[in-house]
């Protein structure tokens, strides 16, 4: 209340008006000194104002004084704890200085003060985004494009979100309407093509790849991304086709790589899949998923040592890569390493539940290690899961959605 | 070196050192053997009519139906039945809907339309057909599932049947529902002497009430293409017990048949399994885990697919299975079953560890480098006579929608052939096994039988919406074989279920005399032995009696006929 009082007081004198008119015209002409002067003078006059602490704060946050800065949003949130604008500014302020973790916790007070203020809660989703908290990320997104359905920016984000999640129908949507805003946007156009193809439209994501060629010849993505909607489609031989155009332009580009590889793999010709897959790897070496898609096809081969090996550096480089535990547990069975394939098999579990794959196969190997208990649960869980899916496959068409059964 | 000197070298090197070596040597090397589709010549020129040839509304219209290699009139020459299906849209004239067909084999390479003769003619979705003496008169009898009433026709002896199903009790009618029965085979399940009946259950369909494709909209690969079946409520099998009166009881319930959960049956499998005696019998289900019922010899089943690790693929996940056969493929005394599944997927092995424990082993054995394939009818053939059970596949697309998009193999597709390396792996060798494999057609069920009597095992295949094929084999191999015809007489007079041992030095392969099996289809109840260049083999013969009957072979390169002694 004492804040409120100030403003009062503040918006009551005519000279404190014009003084802080005049601050604000400094801010807009950029003359951040003079401003913070101003603001200064203002706060001296008015020490329980939040919002002088907080204009000050912004400005030499703006100026990189973040340490500083970062005084005046604290005193500004002592004298006023619900000032809003103070926790946001903060939120931003520590995101800029890399302190993530704290920004977020400041960025969700400034949005649980003002949960209608648009800009918090998108500025709290992109950084949701980034730190890979994608499910919390997409729900700011989606109230924030609610707040202010003319922010493209935030559509945008809201794309992005949801395609993390595997959401693509939604990501898709979100996608088309910020395109409605920035529809030169050529990066924007291409998620929004990709989305097109991940929710079975290839037809329409080609048109618009062929649209930013147009626009851009050389535009890489564009080029790829026609690429996998075929492969989409199951039009392997123009989806090898495409990919190969591509490469003979850009040799060294490790996504085309292993798209070809993904193509020559689903038409059966393991050996130059694997030829590919290793290209892509000797360019990008952190690329996990080309480790993971040669060792399937080595499995697929019949190689279960080249197998393990692939699987094993796929979770070395990416330690929460449920599939590929799943592939090593698999493939340790085959090798009779029981005990290897079980661990694996439970982290891959642990990483993701839902499949009942893995429960199936742990629950074999505990079966012939004995342990028929085990053995009994773990292919009870599985049923479990395979019972639920099957109920909401039932359910899906009794109710209509778009679905591809099989 | 020619390549034919080479490949007689490398084959009498295979013989003379051993067979480790044979497979990788012989890799990559043309065979002297091929298929040619002579169906035509043949007299076998009518499509078989199954649904929309261009879309399909339904699931049922996908399918496809099965065909078998039936020695009708028992003159030594294998006959062909063709089960036929129907369209929803069509408006036949009456005489022109199409029907099942019997052709008679005229024993110079030619078969007689004999279907209107013989009482067979009916319309329909017919689905699948079995074989086996149900009243063990000497005449083997056929059982055709259709979705709705089955056929039971019993074989008159005169060249006629008599469609049996409602009083025998199997037409499978219940007052509220419609069933999709798929599979079927005669199987004496309680070693009774008399052939009991199993029928396998897709779905009960209603179209009525089915979800058309654009109610989903269901997708594959972004067109629009029939529902099903996850989603819809998978059906329950049938078993039907023989009173030996000509009269059958349903023993689902009782035998623990219904315990399983509604699946998507197809194919069906009766093989004594684990070794004890007794058929156990293995259904390959759509878009979900395989059910296995292990005899628990007091006539009841138990489910035991997914413990015995035969349920699954090799990474623990549901296939859809369509088509199942057996052999023993490494020659170790166990049966191991083959299964065909959807595109984008491989086909099984199951090799059986004994105690009732499979391992898929698709991908060591060399069937994983096929995944473009939809896989149908299936069958462990020796076609090369060698003495090693090789496996023949029949694949087409499910939708005929996909032919517009050239997506992965097509709607029509060629047929898959794997060689026996012999040791445990197998060679695709299907590009140098001529015109007939490379043709590509909607292929569905596929049966297994020399029907011109040469002394290598041809193959019938039913096509959708196309005529059937007729794969003769013609091989330049020369070696060996023998093929017995079994009649029990304590046991089943078709002998289904009768074990063969067939010994050559050390190597000892087995079959079993099968109704049923591939996709919906009956293979000659013959069993046809490849024995390489031995000149002799020794027979033992274990009966579904519990007899054991043993022989020698004498001269090979012959069919000999053996009855159960009494």
């Keep these: ?406 | 070196m020619g390549s034919i000197n080479r490949r007689a070298f490398v084959r009498s090197l295979a013989r003379a050192a051993g067979v480790f070596a044979f497979g990788d040597l012989a890799s990559g090397l043309g065979l002297p053997v091929e298929f040619v589709n002579v169906a035509r010549e043949a007299g076998l020129h009518r499509k078989t009519i199954f649904g929309g040839e261009a879309k399909n509304r339904y699931l049922l219209e996908t399918t496809g139906c099965g065909a078998a290699f039936v020695d009708f009139d028992n003159d030594g020459w294998l006959d062909i039945f063709l089960v036929n299906g129907t369209r929803f849209e069509a408006n036949f004239a009456p005489g022109d809907a199409p029907v099942s067909r019997l052709y008679k084999n005229n024993r110079d390479g030619t078969f007689t339309d004999v279907t209107l003769k013989a009482g067979v003619a009916r319309t329909g979705w017919g689905q699948g057909v079995c074989s086996g003496d149900y009243d063990n008169d000497g005449w083997e009898d056929l059982y055709v599932t259709y979705w709705g009433d089955c056929s039971l026709y019993h074989n008159n002896g005169d060249g006629t049947f008599t469609d049996m199903a409602v009083k025998a009790g199997v037409s499978t009618r219940t007052p509220k529902l419609r069933r999709w029965n798929t599979g079927c085979a005669f199987v004496d399940y309680d070693r009774d002497g008399r052939l009991d009946l199993f029928v396998a259950n897709y779905i009960d369909f209603d179209p009525k009430t089915a979800p058309a494709p654009e109610s989903g909209p269901c997708l594959y690969q972004g067109i629009m293409v029939a529902c099903g079946p996850p989603g819809l409520q998978g059906g329950k099998n049938i078993l039907f017990h023989n009173n030996g009166d000509g009269t059958f009881t349903d023993v689902s319930a009782r035998a623990g048949i219904l315990k399983t959960p509604g699946t998507y049956g197809l194919g069906v499998l009766a093989c004594d399994l684990d070794n004890d005696g007794w058929p156990d019998i293995y259904v390959a289900n759509d878009s979900t885990s395989s059910t296995l019922y292990r005899n628990n010899h007091d006539g009841t089943f138990t489910d035991v697919a997914i413990e015995s690790g035969i349920a699954y693929s090799a990474d623990g996940k549901s296939q859809a299975g369509m088509g199942v056969d057996s052999a023993d493929y490494d020659c170790d005394g166990l049966f191991d079953v083959v299964k065909t599944n959807f595109a984008g997927d491989t086909t099984s092995l199951y090799r059986n560890q004994g105690n009732m424990t499979f391992d898929d082993q698709a991908f060591q054995s060399g069937l994983g480098r096929n995944t473009r394939f939809l896989g149908w009818g299936a069958g462990f053939l020796d076609f090369d006579n060698d003495g090693w059970p090789d496996i023949f596949l029949c694949n087409g697309h499910v939708y005929p929608e996909v032919r517009e998009t050239g997506a992965q193999s097509g709607y029509r597709q060629r047929k898959v052939v794997y060689r026996n390396l012999r040791n445990g792996r197998f060679e695709d060798v299907s590009e140098s096994l001529g015109p007939g494999i490379a043709e590509a057609v909607s292929g569905r069920g596929c049966a297994f039988g020399d029907f011109d009597n040469d002394g290598d095992v041809d193959v019938l295949v039913n096509c959708v919406n196309a005529p059937p094929q007729l794969l003769r084999c013609d091989s330049g191999l020369k070696n060996n074989w023998i093929r017995l015809k079994l009649i029990g007489t304590r046991s089943n007079r078709s002998a289904i279920g009768a074990r063969v041992y067939c010994r050559t030095g050390d190597h000892v392969q087995m079959q079993e005399v099968r109704s049923g099996g591939s996709y919906l289809s009956q293979s000659d109840l013959r069993l046809h032995f490849g024995l390489g260049d031995a000149r002799d083999c020794s027979i033992e013969i274990q009966w579904p009696s519990g007899s054991r009957q043993k022989l020698a072979s004498g001269a090979v390169n012959r069919m000999i006929t053996v009855t159960e002694t009494k």
């Design chain 1, 1 to 406: 209340m004492r804040g409120v009082t100030a403003l009062i007081l503040v918006l009551a004198s005519p000279l404190v008006a014009q003084t802080e008119s005049d601050a604000q015209a400094l801010v807009r002409s950029g003359k951040v000194e003079e401003a913070l002067s101003a603001y200064n003078a203002l706060a001296k006059e008015f020490p329980q104002s939040a919002r002088y602490e907080d204009e000050i704060g912004f400005l030499l946050a703006a100026s990189k004084r973040t340490s500083e800065a970062l005084a005046h949003f604290v005193r500004a949130e002592s004298i006023e704890p619900s000032y809003a604008p103070a926790f946001y500014h903060e939120g931003v302020a520590l995101w800029l200085n890399h302190d993530r973790q704290r920004a977020l916790e400041v960025l969700r007070k400034a949005v649980s003060l003002s949960p209608s203020t648009a800009e918090y809660r998108w500025r709290l989703g992109s950084a949701l985004l980034e730190t890979g908290q994608y499910r919390s990320a997409a729900v700011e997104l989606a109230e924030a494009a609610k707040l202010n359905p003319q922010n493209g920016a935030v559509w945008q984000a809201l794309g992005m979100a949801d395609q993390q999640m595997q959401d693509f129908a939604a990501a898709r949507d979100a996608y088309a309407r910020a395109l409605e805003f920035d529809p030169a946007n050529l990066s924007l156009r291409n998620s929004y093509g990709f989305m097109l193809v991940n929710t079975r439209e290839a037809d329409a994501g080609i048109a618009q790849f062929e649209r930013i060629l147009r626009e851009r010849p050389d535009d890489t993505a564009a080029q790829v991304n026609i690429g996998f909607a075929y492969l989409q489609k199951g039009e392997l031989d123009r989806a090898v086709a495409q990919f190969t155009r591509v490469l003979e332009a850009q040799p060294g580009l490790a996504v085309a790589h292993y798209d070809l590889g993904l193509a020559l793999k689903q038409k059966d010709d393991l050996g130059k899949a694997a030829d590919e897959m290793r290209r892509a790897l000797e360019i990008d070496p952190r690329m996990v998923e080309a480790h993971y898609t040669l060792g399937i096809i080595k499995w697929q081969s019949g190689d279960v040592e080249q197998t393990i090996a692939e699987m094993r550096a796929a979770t070395e480089a990416s330690p929460d890569y449920a599939q590929a535990w799943y592939m090593l547990g698999t493939a340790l069975k085959q090798k009779h390493d029981l005990e290897g394939a079980a661990a694996a098999l439970r982290r891959a579990i642990e990483l993701d539940g839902s499949d009942p794959g893995p429960y199936n196969t742990l629950a074999l190997i505990l079966r012939q290690r004995g342990d028929e208990k085990g053995s009994r649960d773990a292919f009870a869980k599985a049923a479990e899961i395979k019972r639920v899916a099957e109920q909401h496959q039932a359910e899906l068409l009794k109710q209509g959605p778009a679905r591809g059964l099989h």
